[in-house]
C-alpha cells in the first residue's frame, strides 16, 4: 500500500480529537470519537500511551487500544465505531 512506511513520533490527545506527528514532518488529526476508549478515557489515561515497533502504532495500555498509524492514513476508525454504524 505505502512505499514508505510513515511513523509515529509524537502524540496528542485533547477532548475531541487525536493528532499524531510524523517522522516525515506531516501531523494527523482525526476525532478522537472515532476511538471510544479514548474518548472516554481519562486526560491522564491518554497522556499514557507508547510508540510501538519503529513507530508504526501507538498502544494506550490503561484502556487497552491500538491503533496502526496507516490505519489513521486510510481513515480507519476503530472496530467499535464501525459496528455501532453496521
Known amino acids: 500500500m505505502f512505499k514508505v512506511q510513515p511513523k509515529a513520533m509524537a502524540i496528542v490527545c485533547s477532548d475531541d480529537e487525536l493528532r499524531v506527528s510524523l517522522t516525515d514532518g506531516r501531523t494527523l488529526s482525526v476525532p478522537l470519537a472515532?476511538?471510544?476508549?479514548?474518548a472516554h478515557a481519562t486526560h491522564t489515561e491518554r497522556a499514557d500511551y507508547e510508540i510501538l515497533?519503529?513507530?508504526e502504532g501507538i498502544h494506550w495500555p490503561q484502556v487497552d487500544e491500538d491503533i496502526s498509524v496507516v490505519g489513521l492514513?486510510?481513515?480507519q476508525p476503530s472496530v467499535e465505531v464501525k459496528a455501532a454504524f453496521a
Open 34 to 38: 472515532w476511538f471510544p476508549r479514548l
Open 53 to 55: 515497533g519503529d513507530g
Open 73 to 75: 492514513l486510510a481513515g
